[in-house]
Antibody
Framework: QVQLQESGPGLVKPSETLSLTCTVSGGSISSYYWSWIRQPPGKGLEWIGYINYSGSTNYNPSLKSRVTISVDTSKNQFSLKLSSVTAADSAVYYC????????????????WGQGALVTVSS | DIQLTQSPSFLSASVGDRVTITCRASQGISSYLAWYQQTPGKAPNLLIYAASTLQSGVPSRFSGSGSGTEFTLTISSLQPEDFATYYCQQLNSYPWTFGQGTRVEIK
């Protein structure tokens, strides 16, 4: 059974860089795409971006100038860095696996981590 | 960006009720739509992808339909564990976006 686990600081100061890592167990990080999604407390979901097994990325334009997603296949991990954070970046951050119906572009997020609450505050 | 508007935003229903949630896209997205269920304090859980394909392990009382700009999620007989918030997501074009959510509560 595939499992994902987010890790990283729960408190980040304004203007600093938020860093989170997602560790994948029960399956290889290769052959899939991997994504970050966030959810401010009491609000809806926002897709941040994804990275594929070869390292190609796609970011939400609303965050693109501040986001970097990277992958470390040797550790079965992928990571998120979000720079110049403000209070508006306070949220639960989820990592998720992206799968697709074979031979199609029907993508979906089939495995999610439990989420990591990150608060931006001095 | 493609906007997804769910209706209603909130609904109150009883166990055994048939429930329908609508998701409307601001432009056509073919059938590149997924539905998720989220309970408080938990991560979203995939219910349906490609608008109407039931994810493995999801009870058959859940079904999805639609294409283009209008989609529905139907729960044929609401169970106690179904009280949650439901989100639609479009994966037709970047950035991928979610609806604002529909909260289903016990009447």
């Amino acid at each position: 059974q595939v499992q994902l686990q987010e890790s990283g600081p729960g408190l980040v100061k304004p203007s600093e860089t938020l860093s989170l890592t997602c560790t994948v167990s029960g399956g290889s990080i290769s052959s899939y795409y991997w994504s970050w999604i966030r959810q401010p407390p009491g609000k809806g979901l926002e897709w941040i971006g994804y990275i594929n097994y070869s390292g190609s990325t796609n970011y939400n334009p609303s965050l693109k100038s501040r986001v970097t997603i990277s992958v470390d296949t040797s550790k079965n991990q992928f990571s998120l860095k979000l720079s110049s954070v403000t209070a508006a970046d306070s949220a639960v951050y989820y990592c998720a696996r992206i799968s697709w119906f074979p031979g199609s572009s029907w993508y979906y997020f089939d495995y999610w981590g439990q989420g990591a609450l990150v608060t931006v505050s001095s | 960006d493609i906007q997804l508007t769910q209706s209603p935003s909130f609904l109150s229903a009883s166990v055994g009720d048939r429930v329908t949630i609508t998701c409307r896209a601001s432009q056509g997205i073919s059938s590149y739509l997924a539905w998720y269920q989220q309970t408080p304090g938990k991560a979203p859980n995939l219910l349906i992808y490609a608008a109407s394909t039931l994810q493995s392990g999801v009870p058959s009382r859940f079904s999805g339909s639609g294409s283009g700009t209008e989609f529905t999620l139907t729960i044929s007989s609401l169970q106690p564990e179904d009280f949650a918030t439901y989100y639609c997501q479009q994966l037709n074009s970047y950035p991928w976006t979610f609806g604002q959510g529909t909260r289903v509560e016990i009447k």
